[in-house]
C-alpha cells in the first residue's frame, strides 16, 4: 500500500470529476433542491393534529380512555401513548420530538366519580407557539366538557378536572427539518457512491481501464481507497451545504460535533465498497444498474432518511434495521440531536465493522484482469 | 542473444474450443517479433497471456524469465503495452496521464519528451475525450514507454492511423529496437511487420504454421523470384523449347523462376534473341502478404487489412 499512488489516483478522480459539469452540478446543487424541496413540503405549519405523548398513570381507567378518544376527536391533538418516567418526562418528549404531551395522573376517575380535583399536567414548547395553542385548547376544551357532565348535574359546578398553566418542555424541540438534515446526509452518503461505483465497476471493465491498470503497480485495494477518500470529501461538501441550507432557510437545530465526522467518513467507506462490490457481481452495466438499484432502492426509503423509523409500522421497523445506513442515519440522529454518545458509537462500531467486511470482499472478487 | 519471451506447449482452452493448441516461439531479447494472424486465430490471447492479463491452460510461459500470471506485479514493472484500443479516463490529458503513469511506477518521465516520441506534442493538454482514435493509441504508446520498459508488447499499435502517423509510430518502434528493447507486435498490416520485424511468427486456428525472419518466411512458403514479361505465350514456348526452363503464361504475362543470376542473364539473351515482340520486364518476388493469403487462405482474406484499404 503506496500513499503516493493512492494519492495519484485521487488527482485523477478530483479532476475527472471537476472538469465534468453535469456531475458538479447534482453534487452541489442537488442537496440545497433535496432540503428546500422537502423542508418546504413538511416545515409549512401545522395545519394538521399535533402529536401528543401521553402518558396514562390512571391504569387505562374508562374515564382515562373516553377521556383521551374525546381528545383525538378533537382533530387538533393525535394522542401516542408513552411510557417515560414522570421525572425525565419532559426531557424525553424533547429527546422524542415532541412538541406538547400529557400526563394523566393516577385517580382520575376516581376523582370523576367522588367530585374531588384531579390535575393534568400539560407539557408544551413555547418555541412552536402553534402547536400549543392547539394542544392546550384541545385539553381544556375536553376537561370543559368532563367537568359540566360530571358536575353540573348535582347543581354545584365546581370544575374536577383542572388544566393548570402548561408546564414547558425541558429539552430542545425538534422540528422535521432537523431529522430531514442527518437523513439527507444519509441519503446522498448512500446514493452518491453507490450509484457511481456500480457504474464505474462494470464500464471501466467493458471499457479495458481496469485491464490497462492491472499493468501498473496500482492494486485494487489503492484504487478503492482512493475512491473512498474522495467519497468522504464529498460528502464533506455536501454535508456543509445541507447543514448551511437547512439552518439558513428552515432555522434548523443540529450541533456539527466531533462524533459527526466518524459518520461522514465511515458512511462513503461503506458505500463505496458496497457500490464496487455490486459491480463486481453482474456481468454487464445493465444488470449492474438493476443491482445497485435493487440494493439502494429499499435503503432509500426505509432507513430513516425523510421519514423517521419510529413512526413506521411496527413490523416494518426491524426491516429497517437490517439496512446499513439505517445504522448511519440513526448515528448521525444520535450527535446532532440527541448527544447519545452511546448508541452512536454501537451505530459506528456496526458500520465500521460492514465497512471493512464489504471492503475486503469487494478486494477480493473484482477482477483487474480476466481469469478465463 | 539471451531470450525475453519463451513459450512451449502453450494451450489455452475455452470449455471444449482451444484458442490457443500447442504453441511454441522464443523471442530473443532486443529483437522486434512480429505476431500476425488473421481474426480470432488466438493472437490476442496469446498477447494477453504475455502480458499477465489471461491465464493459460497449460503450457511454458516466461517473459524476462518472470511466469506472466504468477509473477504479474513483478513483470509489470518491466514491460510496456499498449492494448488494442486503448481507452484512459475522459478528462484527463496527455501531460496528465503521463505524469499519473510515473507516480504509479515511482519513475519520473518526462511527458514532452515522450509526447514528442509519438508525435502527440500538440495534444499535450487536449482532454482524452477529444483526441481522434489514431492520438488514443499514440497516447497508450507513450504511456507502455513511460516506465522505460525491457519488452513492449504493442497490440496493433498503427491501426486507425493515417499513412503518416503509421510512419512516425515505425520510427518509434525502430528507436525502441536501437535502444535494445524487444517488440511484441502483433499487426494487421502485414508490410509494417515485414519491415520492421526481425521474426514473424503466423498463428492460424490457434498453431504457428510459419515462423522465422520475414525472408525465411517467404521462401519457405512463397513462390521463388521471377523474371516477368510483358509478352504472349509464344514467349513462353520459346523459352520451354530453347532453354528448358519453365516458363508459364499467369495473368497475360510470361513467368520464368529464377535459381541463378546466370540464368537470368541467358534468359535476357533468348529473349532478345528471339525477336518476340516483349514490352519490357520486371523482377517479382512474393512479399509476406501474398504468403500469409496462401497460408490462411482465401477464406479469411477478409481479415486481412492491407495499406491500400485501411
Known amino acids: 500500500m503506496k500513499p503516493a499512488r493512492i494519492y495519484a489516483d485521487l488527482k485523477v478522480v478530483v479532476r ?268 454487464t452495466p445493465e444488470s449492474a444498474a438493476l443491482i445497485g438499484n435493487i440494493i439502494t432502492f429499499p435503503m432509500m426509503f426505509l432507513s430513516g432518511t425523510f421519514f423517521a423509523v419510529s413512526e413506521f409500522p411496527a413490523w416494518l421497523q426491524p426491516v429497517a434495521k437490517v439496512l446499513p445506513l439505517y445504522y448511519v442515519i440513526d448515528g448521525m440522529d444520535q450527535v446532532m440531536l440527541f448527544a447519545n454518545t452511546a448508541r452512536a458509537l454501537f451505530d459506528v462500531a456496526v458500520i465500521t465493522v460492514l465497512a471493512a467486511i464489504i471492503f475486503a470482499l469487494a478486494v477480493r472478487f473484482f477482477q483487474w484482469r480476466d481469469v478465463e | 542473444m539471451a531470450s525475453a519471451i519463451e513459450v512451449r506447449g502453450l494451450v489455452k482452452r475455452y470449455a471444449s474450443i482451444s484458442a490457443v493448441d500447442h504453441i511454441e516461439f522464443t523471442v530473443e531479447a532486443g529483437a522486434v517479433y512480429a505476431f500476425l494472424g488473421p481474426n480470432g486465430a488466438g493472437k490476442t490471447t496469446t498477447t494477453e497471456i504475455l502480458e499477465g492479463l489471461r491465464r493459460r491452460t497449460e503450457g511454458h510461459v516466461r517473459v524476462l524469465g518472470l511466469d506472466p500470471w504468477t509473477e504479474g506485479i513483478r513483470l509489470h514493472r518491466r514491460i510496456g503495452v499498449i492494448p488494442q484500443d486503448f481507452r484512459f479516463f475522459e478528462k484527463i490529458t496527455p501531460t496528465e496521464a503521463i505524469e499519473y503513469y510515473g507516480s504509479l511506477f515511482g519513475t519520473r518521465p518526462n511527458p514532452t519528451e515522450l509526447l514528442g516520441k509519438v508525435d502527440l506534442l500538440d495534444k499535450a493538454h487536449s482532454r482524452f475525450d477529444t483526441l481522434s482514435g489514431g492520438q488514443k493509441q499514440k497516447l497508450g504508446l507513450a504511456l507502455a514507454l513511460s516506465d522505460n520498459p525491457e519488452v513492449c508488447f504493442l497490440d496493433e499499435p498503427t491501426t486507425g492511423l493515417d499513412p503518416q502517423a503509421r510512419r512516425s509510430i515505425w520510427e518509434v518502434i525502430r528507436g525502441l529496437k536501437r535502444d535494445g528493447r524487444t517488440v511484441f507486435l502483433t499487426t494487421h498490416y502485414l508490410e509494417e511487420a515485414e519491415i520492421l520485424a526481425d521474426q514473424v511468427g503466423i498463428i492460424h486456428h490457434g498453431k504457428i504454421i510459419a515462423s522465422g525472419t520475414p525472408g525465411e518466411i517467404i521462401r519457405a512458403h512463397g513462390r521463388a523470384e521471377r523474371l516477368v514479361f510483358e509478352a504472349g505465350p509464344a514467349l513462353a514456348d520459346y523459352l520451354q523449347r530453347t532453354l528448358g526452363c519453365p516458363a508459364e503464361v499467369r495473368e497475360g504475362r510470361v513467368e520464368v523462376p529464377l535459381r541463378s543470376n546466370r540464368e537470368a542473364a541467358q534468359i535476357l539473351t533468348a529473349v532478345d534473341a528471339s525477336g518476340i515482340p516483349s514490352n519490357g520486364f520486371f523482377t517479382e518476388r512474393d512479399t509476406l502478404e501474398d504468403v500469409f493469403v496462401r497460408l490462411v487462405g482465401p477464406m479469411d482474406e477478409g481479415a486481412l487489412k492491407t495499406e491500400a484499404t485501411a
Open chain 1, 16 to 283: 475527472s470529476y471537476l472538469r465534468n459539469p453535469v456531475a458538479l452540478f447534482f453534487s452541489l446543487i442537488f442537496p440545497i433542491i433535496l432540503i428546500s424541496l422537502f423542508g418546504a413540503i413538511f416545515s409549512g405549519g401545522s395545519g394538521g393534529a399535533v402529536p401528543m405523548a401521553v402518558e396514562n398513570f390512571d391504569h387505562n381507567s374508562p374515564a382515562s380512555v373516553e377521556f383521551l378518544s374525546a381528545l383525538n376527536n378533537t382533530s387538533l391533538v393525535q394522542v401516542q401513548m408513552v411510557n417515560y418516567p414522570v421525572s425525565d418526562f419532559s426531557a424525553q418528549l424533547g429527546d422524542n420530538g415532541y412538541s406538547v404531551g400529557l400526563i394523566i395522573p393516577a385517580g382520575f376517575q376516581g376523582g370523576l366519580v367522588n367530585r374531588t380535583p384531579v390535575n393534568l399536567t400539560l407539557f408544551t414548547n413555547p418555541e412552536s407557539a402553534a402547536a400549543a395553542g392547539q394542544a392546550e385548547g384541545a385539553v381544556t376544551g375536553v376537561a370543559n366538557y368532563f367537568n359540566l357532565r360530571a358536575v353540573c348535574g348535582g347543581g354545584s359546578c365546581a370544575p374536577v378536572v383542572q388544566v393548570p398553566a402548561p408546564k414547558n418542555i425541558g429539552s430542545q424541540v425538534y422540528t422535521y427539518i432537523d431529522y430531514l438534515i442527518p437523513g439527507l446526509i444519509g441519503f446522498s452518503i448512500l446514493t452518491s457512491p453507490m450509484f457511481s461505483m456500480v457504474d464505474i465497476a462494470s464500464s471501466y471493465r467493458k471499457e479495458g481501464i481496469f485491464r490497462a491498470l492491472s499493468l501498473t503497480p496500482l492494486t485494487k485495494a489503492e484504487w478503492l481507497l482512493s475512491r473512498i477518500i474522495w467519497y468522504v470529501l464529498l460528502t464533506f461538501v455536501t454535508a456543509s451545504i445541507m447543514i448551511g441550507a437547512g439552518v439558513g432557510l428552515f432555522g434548523a437545530h443540529v450541533e456539527i460535533t466531533a462524533g459527526l465526522f466518524a459518520f461522514l467518513v465511515m458512511g462513503p467507506f461503506l458505500f463505496v465498497s458496497l457500490g464496487m462490490l455490486a459491480g463486481t457481481v453482474a456481468k
